[in-house]
């Protein structure tokens, strides 16, 4: 979602760009674009051959009319490099193994771990989305992602108060966590306060809102009305619901996590509890709106720091870099 999103955004700003994937391009994408291997839909259906199959068949893919590429995965064993290369990690594969609930999954991580360093020596340029992944893989550069403005801006709140969840049941996302513990130590001492869910599975409450598959446009307005938005994911390379949050002008009150911690900077710009206190952190918004209000206006003038303008410019600035590079290497060479 977010190469489509940064794709147009360059377009719309007078960049020449090409979005090469598997699949066809959304509609009305701004951008020009080419699929690839149109005749092997395994790559598509498989994830086991999109992460060690495709990586050796873009060997084979001409790349010779571009000035730069911006890769975004499964590219380990891309080594016929003929132009400059940007790689863009969105976070670590031996974190969401360490957080994985299922067996086949976490192994199917821990695998490609290794893989991702290769894909930090093959590139020109590498970016790490937050700290976190820029650590690990000792990346050139943080990369920054950025919300659509046109849905996520400050709207009014609820007269009672409201809060939203956005992630998954089970997993990393927590929502069973958030959910129970919603009813059995927030509700009791917010009487009244009602919890929105956008989650694969949300049991039948009184006090608890199943979105059922919201819309964007509709989950942006409950992002807007809400007094918070209630995470309890235990990682997150980035974390763009805080930064949608944020935009929206609402509170964030979260688990520690990379992502967290970067886009909140360590809990200045939101609230960031272990499980032990987390309802205290809620309720604590909740009954002083004085607080509430000074997250808000932190979150606004923190979200102004990822705004698209500046994500694209520095972006910009990156493809130029690994121009540069590029170019040294080759004379070297």
């Not at 994830?47 to 499964?74: E, Q, T, W």
């Not at 059995?184 to 009487?191: A, D, H, K, M, V």
């Not at 938005?229 to 990682?235: E, M, V």
């Not at 990822?306 to 290497?329: L, T």
Request: aromatic content about 12%.
């Amino acid at each position: 979602m977010f190469v489509d999103r940064l794709a147009a955004s360059l377009a719309m700003s007078g960049v020449d760009v090409e979005v090469i994937s598997l699949s066809e391009p959304p509609a009305n994408a701004p951008y020009k674009h080419r699929q690839i291997f149109k005749g092997f839909p395994a790559l598509q259906a498989r994830r086991s051959c999109v992460l060690y199959i495709l990586p050796i068949m873009l060997n084979f893919v001409k790349f010779a009319d571009y000035d730069v590429l911006h890769l975004h995965g499964s590219d380990w064993f891309f080594v016929h490099r003929r132009v400059p290369s940007v790689r863009t990690f969105y976070g670590s594969s031996l974190w969401e193994a360490r957080s994985a609930t299922n067996l086949r999954r976490k192994l199917s991580l821990y695998s490609i771990y290794p893989l991702e360093h290769v894909a930090r020596y093959l590139c020109n340029f590498s970016l790490g989305l937050g700290v976190e992944a820029s650590k690990i893989y000792r990346t050139d550069g943080i990369a920054k992602l950025f919300a659509p403005g046109g849905r996520f801006f400050p709207g009014v709140k609820t007269e009672s108060p409201s809060f939203v969840f956005i992630g998954t049941w089970h997993g990393r996302k927590r929502g069973q966590f958030l959910h129970d513990l919603f009813l059995r130590e927030i509700l009791p001492r917010i009487p009244g306060a009602i919890l929105f869910m956008a989650a694969d599975l949300v049991p039948a409450s009184d006090s608890v809102i199943d979105l059922n598959n919201p819309s964007n446009e509709t989950l942006a307005q409950v992002v807007r009305q809400s007094w918070a938005l209630l995470s309890a994911s235990t990682y997150e390379g980035f974390g763009i619901p805080y930064l949608e949050a944020l935009m929206c002008g609402t509170a964030v009150v979260t688990t520690r996590n990379s992502g967290a911690d970067y886009v909140l900077e360590g809990g200045l710009y939101g609230v960031i509890a272990e499980d032990s206190d987390y309802s205290e952190g809620v309720v604590r918004l909740a009954q002083k709106p004085a607080v509430r209000r000074q997250y808000e206006l932190a979150g606004l003038r923190r979200a102004a720091e990822f705004s698209e303008e500046r994500v694209i410019a520095e972006h910009v600035s990156y493809y130029k870099r690994a121009i540069a590079r590029f170019g040294k290497a080759a004379v070297v060479n």
